[in-house]
Nanobody
């Protein structure tokens, strides 16, 4: 069974920074693309950033230049460094990863971590 466990969310003032982490654990042969999505109240879930196992990244336009995604393949962990946070970044942030096990290959999701940007 594969689990993705996120940490690092919280309350921060506008202009502040947070770093999210997500570690994949369980029985699998490889972890491929990893990424972060977010969902604000009343809105659809949207892609924030993604990173391949080779380190190629992509970002939503709204976070480009402020957020940085990275990963540690040895630890099967993905990070999201969020700087210059704005109230519009308030959302539940979900980690996702494409994982290959002995039975299937597919996307798994974390439980989500709340990020609130407010005075």
């Amino acid at each position: 069974q594969v689990q993705l466990v996120e940490s690092g969310g919280g309350l921060v003032q506008p202009g502040g920074s947070l770093r999210l982490s997500c570690a994949a654990s369980g029985s699998f042969s490889s972890v491929n693309t990893m990424g972060w999505y977010r969902q604000a109240p009343g809105k659809q879930r949207e892609l924030v950033a993604g990173i391949t196992s080779g380190g190629t990244t992509n970002y939503a336009g709204s976070v480009k230049g402020r957020f940085t995604i990275s990963r540690d393949n040895a630890k099967n962990t993905v990070y999201l460094q969020m700087n210059s946070l704005e109230p519009e970044d308030t959302a539940i942030y979900y980690c996702t990863a494409h994982v290959v096990t002995g039975i299937r290959a597919g996307y798994y999701w974390g439980q989500g971590t709340q990020v609130t940007v407010s005075l």
